[in-house]
């Protein structure tokens, strides 16, 4: 069964002397760190960043920090296991409030990191991706690939905000994080795929004419999304609505190590999932309600954003009727040939 391992401390200091100047260290000290037994120990604990406390902090950054100096002015949701300035929510997930203001540009650029945006408020800004011009509006999910051009406009009166989740830390941590930067991109004078190609589900461009791209369609506009959902709650079999973001042409997951999907959960419901090994992160796209995550309550209003680290017993109640957008890195793990569910 399960040994007590020998410490540093066991060792003469002669020899800890000499590991060192040959440049080697003993594993067993450090086996249980990096290998502990029946289940990981997420450095990762849940974050809840309420819309209201980071709201007015986003619009004072607009004052004192013009977007030619920032290139993107973000405030980064920072994992609270990491500590303030952590650039990360989860091991494997960045997200960020982004705010643009009207007539902003956020130049173009393109880097090895996908992103998404989720909108949170405000009309009349858009992103370019290849040359396509992807309108945000309120609970869109847009996305930009890695190795894709992107740059941001704003044609509206008001502020604009979205969350943006990124698989930086990853990209980070393979010493793969790079950005080129270029000219604003020309669009082509037509609507994004979602308007076109893929105006239904279920229907494709057929394929003697055509060759998908990778990414087929970049918008997800969330009036369909929550049009499907609330369907799927009146003609379902009583289970809460969750729908994958999911590429019209493969029925894979929208990008390569980021999933999203779309819950609707009804007043009064209370919804407990498997542990999953993945980490998520929720955004409130309506609604009010509390989140269990391995016994701390979460409060959560519309507009907030909230974290769980890997394996969280999650349990969430809707107070009032509730849109969750959940984002996690399952298709990585999926990828790694890892992926498990407890019940
Ligand atoms: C980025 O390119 C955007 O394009 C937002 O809006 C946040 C955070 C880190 C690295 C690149 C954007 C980002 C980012």
Redesign the pocket.
């Known amino acids: 069964m399960s040994q007590q391992l020998g410490t540093l401390e066991d060792l003469p200091e002669s020899y800890r002397d000499a590991l060192a100047e040959a440049g080697v260290a003993p594993l067993w000290p450090m086996m249980r760190n990096v290998l502990p037994h029946d289940a990981p120990q997420p450095l990762t604990r849940s974050g809840h960043w309420t819309y209201d406390s980071v709201r007015p902090l986003l619009l004072q950054a607009g004052e004192l920090t013009p977007v030619e100096k920032a290139e993107?002015r973000?405030l980064v949701l920072c994992d609270p296991g990491r500590g303030p300035g952590a650039m990360q929510a989860t091991a494997s997930i960045?997200l960020?409030m982004?705010l643009l203001l009207p007539g902003e540009t956020?130049p173009a650029?393109v880097?090895t990191?996908s992103?998404v945006?989720i909108i949170v408020e405000g009309e009349g800004a858009f992103t370019v991706v290849d040359g396509e011009k992807l309108p945000m509006r309120e609970g869109d999910l847009v996305l930009?690939p890695g190795g894709e051009w992107?740059d941001?406009g704003h044609e509206g009166n008001d502020p604009v905000v979205w969350l943006?989740a990124?698989d930086?830390p990853l990209f980070v941590y393979l010493e793969g994080s790079y950005?080129r930067e270029g000219d604003l991109q020309t669009r082509r004078n037509r609507p994004d795929a979602s308007e076109v190609e893929y105006l239904a589900a279920g229907l494709a461009p057929s394929r003697t004419t055509h060759r998908a791209r990778r990414y087929p369609m970049m918008r997800y506009p969330w009036a369909r999304t929550e049009a499907a959902l609330r369907e799927m709650a009146r003609y379902g079999d009583g289970a809460t609505p969750e729908v994958d973001y999911v590429n019209p042409e493969t029925g894979a997951d929208v990008l390569p190590t980021m999933g999203f999907t779309a819950m609707m959960i009804a007043a009064g419901t209370i919804v407990s999932p498997p542990r999953r090994s993945c980490s998520s992160a929720f955004h409130v796209v309506a609604g009010r309600g509390r989140t269990i995550i391995d016994g701390q309550a979460v409060e959560w209003g519309p507009k907030d954003t909230f974290s769980a680290p890997v394996f969280a017993k999650l349990s969430h109640e809707a107070e009032e009727e509730a849109f969750l957008v959940r984002i996690h890195d399952r298709p990585l793990q999926e990828k790694l040939g890892y992926y498990e569910e407890w019940e």
Request: charge should be positive; charged fraction near 15%.
């Open positions: 993107r973000v960045y960020g982004q956020a650029h880097h990191p992103a945006r930009t992107h941001h943006d990124l930086l950005a």
